[in-house]
């Protein structure tokens, strides 16, 4: 088998992952320039070439990685482990670290270095946390792996693309139907077309007639504008600035957003392991974990604030037929349209909903595959795995909404020369929403750390299920001592934002509350033990 060959299915999975990736990429920008003040210049010019080099060697290396475990279990069927910009991270070192950073100091320069930090530390977190993350793995039940991740699946991944499906129905109708023609009822295409290209072809074709439907989605100048911006970009060493940002005063204030999501990262790939190997591809841990860790920290090195991920949607690239070229594909492109500032024109050319079909059945299979490769019996672990990351969505789109009503606020008192500093803050409403009937504090510590959180209920009910209450046990002691540090269920309200921050009141009565609960996991365990030592 040649590290260069390039199958069919290896065609049709780069496809999907170059259009996560261009996703991705497609946010990434809009976040910086619109919330964070940074010149579309320097973006193009700094941000995206570090991107480009994190992306370029962990594809390469997953792809390597992939060959290899072919050639020692004699197998052609290898599918490498997708990998790119982490998305939660992105989010979050954004809106907690270098949004604060630009609203105080008015300074995009300032916020650009507030995240080159963030993101060091987290790949530090992600480096060393491969160290000791197999035993975690070994030790995990598989429900209470792959339920976080199906929780991610539904919600982030499946909703989000789900209602900008129906949003714009003309559009991205004809191509979801053709990924599930192809993907789920094996239809083969005239010519041999891979279903990911058919899909974005027709996407792109009924997004230019969008203007006949009414419903517009091309942006008028939206092409020369991303024509202005092509050049070469070569990526350039940040040591400086990286080191301007580093001081112990820095890292306490950002360390709430930081260890969270550098643990995040962590457990996040962990699970896509886990995912890939319920698949049949069986890769080693600490490897890919430090490969992961690596290409975060070359991508802060060389201007990247955000951190990389081995991604979600490894099933999905697999039961396609994607192999390792996939991934070889995926960077090789990905590190030319950053390099060469060719970005704003695919932004012009594939608007999201051209390709948002794609994404959304990776979403469907994730879901599914934790039902699929976990016991039977295990399916009520599932579920409630997936409860808490309901919460976090929730919580997203409640802020969203006060985002924007805040906006509409300032826009009218502007409008009415009213000078004032009111402003629709998320705090200011207490511990209830005036328009749900559950406490806004719950959801909110529901939350908060969810992937951890997802795990340990979900394990808590597996060893229910199997009657092993001392295990129980200790996983509610797991809960117990991950509320006592404040990386579960821990947060404050500041304005409209949610911060992971540690609070001896609230997150002492989560970890006490845990506590009860291992010892009436143990007290269970005792009692079973009695009855069968009598029987």
Known sequence: ???????????????????????????????????????????????????????????????????????????????????????????????????????????????????????????????????????????????????????????????????????????????????????????????????????????????????????????????????????????????????????????KAYMAVIIPMGIFNVIGSLQNIESAEASGDSFETKSSLLANGAGTLIGTLFGSPFPTTIYIGHPGWKGIGAKHGYSVLNGIFISIICLFGLMGILQAIIPVEAGMAIILWIGIVIAAQAFQTTPKSHAPAVVVGILPALAGWAILMIQNVFFFLDGKLQVLLQELGVKSQHHFFLSDLGPHLPFIPYALSGIISLSQGFLLTSMVWAAIVVFILEKDFFKSAIWAGIGSLLSAIGLIHAYKLAGNAILSEYSPVSNWQFALAYLLLAVLFGVSNFFISEQTRKN
């Open 1 to 251: 088998m040649s590290y260069f060959k390039v199958t069919k299915g290896d065609i049709d999975g780069f496809f999907g992952l170059m259009v996560d990736n261009l996703i991705q990429l497609l946010v990434l920008i809009g976040l910086c320039v619109g919330l964070c003040g940074f010149p579309l210049a320097f973006v193009t010019a700094v941000v995206l070439p570090g991107a480009a080099i994190s992306l370029l060697v962990g594809n390469l290396f997953y792809s390597w990685q992939a060959y290899k475990l072919g050639i020692r279990t004699n197998r052609t069927d290898v599918t490498a482990l997708p990998y790119g910009i982490n998305t939660v991270s992105l989010f979050a070192f954004v809106f907690f670290v270098m949004f604060p950073v630009y609203q105080a100091t008015n300074d995009y320069k300032a916020a650009w270095k507030a995240g080159l930090l963030a993101s060091f530390a987290s790949g530090l977190i992600e480096f060393f946390g491969s160290f000791v993350a197999d035993r975690i793995r070994k030790s995990t039940p598989r429900a209470a792996l792959l339920s976080a991740l199906t929780g991610i699946a539904i919600t982030f991944i499946s909703m989000d693309f789900l209602l900008k499906t129906f949003e714009h129905p003309l559009v991205a109708f004809i191509p979801l139907a053709i990924i599930l023609l192809q993907y789920f009822g094996k239809v083969k295409f005239p010519f041999g077309l891979p279903g990911g290209l058919v899909s974005i072809t027709f996407g792109i074709a009924l997004s230019y007639l969008s203007k006949f439907f009414g419903d517009p989605i091309f942006q008028e100048g939206a092409f020369q504008k991303g024509v202005a911006t092509v050049g070469f970009y070569f990526p350039l060493p940040v040591f400086g600035d990286l080191w301007d940002a580093l001081s112990f005063a820095n890292l």
